[in-house]
């Protein structure tokens, strides 16, 4: 299981990462976080191994999906992989929920 970051600790550090939305296109209606990269999961995964997305090696990453399962199977693939990945805690929801405070 990968690392989680807080929604708040995420707002107060947001320029540190690089943010991947791991959701599906059908759940962006749902809104997004400025800034965050869209890449379902099921993609993701097929460019980390494919070596497609090592751009990114260097930089510290945050992967969300609207609950936080998929986030997770996210961060602990791209840490697999030679990352340094960690998940938002309780995904997009969470987030969501954290700005109407």
Request: hydrophobic share 30%; aromatic share 8%; net charge neutral.
């Amino acid at each position: 299981m990968a690392n989680n970051i807080s929604p708040t600790d995420l707002q107060n550090k947001k320029n540190e990462y690089v943010i991947l939305d791991v959701r599906e296109s059908s759940e962006l209606y749902e809104g997004k976080i400025d800034g965050a990269i869209t890449i379902p999961l099921g993609l993701l995964i097929k460019k980390v191994r494919h070596e497609d997305m090592n751009e990114y090696k260097d930089k510290k990453i945050v992967t969300f999906c609207n609950g936080g399962y998929r986030g997770n199977i996210a961060a602990d693939e791209l840490n697999k992989q030679g990352f340094n990945a960690i998940n938002l805690e309780g995904g997009y929801n969470a987030w969501k929920e954290s700005k109407n405070k």
